[in-house]
């Protein structure tokens, strides 16, 4: 009965490589989130998606592309992976369109 | 672009002491405070939050204040308990320009026994 589940937990893979994130919840919400928290724990939002429609792109490398295939589903898949790129990622969703309600329990990506 | 100062960045407090955490913030638009808790190794969890139509809201020992005027929030916790342990982040929503939750630096707040 997870209410925002992303997959995988951890994440570790060599430079170059590309990967994808996947998350999905069930609790019904219209907009969904990626967020990104570096080591020092600052949270960024990277990407929201409202109904399937693209709302938030914020200034991310085009390295970063969402996919959402329905309004219960958004997927970040990265190109290329670069040291920087290590993080949690969090994804998240809410019944309305500004800000996040519930969070996803993250995912470690470690690039090495 | 909006700006969150959050404050202090670390918190040590007496168990049963009260704690405070101060934001301010730069949008005079922004209508919407959320504060998020954090404990270690988790996610982030929606505590309380406020609409800028109040000055204050509260739930049991956590509360919340804002001054629009002087663009400040916090977060008032009140006979604080080990398991308040954790990292709380305020943000605000910026409504100028494309409207997104701008989140403070955090705070980690650990509660002495």
């Known amino acids: 009965d997870t209410a925002v589940s992303q997959t995988p937990k951890y994440l570790v893979t060599q430079m170059g490589n590309d990967k994808s994130i996947k998350c999905e919840q069930n609790l019904g919400h219209d907009t969904m989130y990626w967020y990104k928290q570096d080591s020092k724990k600052f949270l960024k939002i990277m990407f929201s998606y409202n109904n399937k429609e693209l709302i938030i792109n914020e200034t991310v490398p085009n390295r970063f592309s969402p996919k959402s295939p329905d309004k219960a589903h958004l997927n970040l898949h990265i190109n290329s992976l670069e040291l920087g790129d290590s993080a949690v990622y969090f994804c998240?969703?809410?019944?309305?369109?500004?800000?996040?309600?519930?969070f996803g329990q993250g995912t470690r990506l470690t690039v090495v | 672009g909006e700006n969150v100062e959050q404050h202090p960045s670390t918190l040590s407090v007496q168990e049963g002491d009260s704690a405070v955490i101060k934001c301010t913030y730069s949008d005079s638009a922004s209508n919407y405070f959320p504060w998020y808790k954090q404990e270690l190794g988790k996610r982030p969890q929606l505590i309380i939050d406020i609409r800028s139509n109040v000055g204050e809201k509260k739930d049991q020992r956590i509360a919340v204040t804002l001054n629009k005027t002087a663009k400040h929030f916090s977060l008032h916790i009140t006979e604080t308990q080990p398991e308040d342990s954790a990292v709380y982040f305020c943000?605000?929503?910026?409504?100028?320009?494309?409207?997104?939750?701008?989140f403070g630096q955090g705070t980690r707040l650990t509660i002495n026994p």
């Open positions: 943000a605000a929503l910026k409504i100028q320009g494309a409207q997104k939750l701008v």
């Open positions: 998240a969703s809410s019944q309305g369109w500004d800000s996040p309600s519930v």
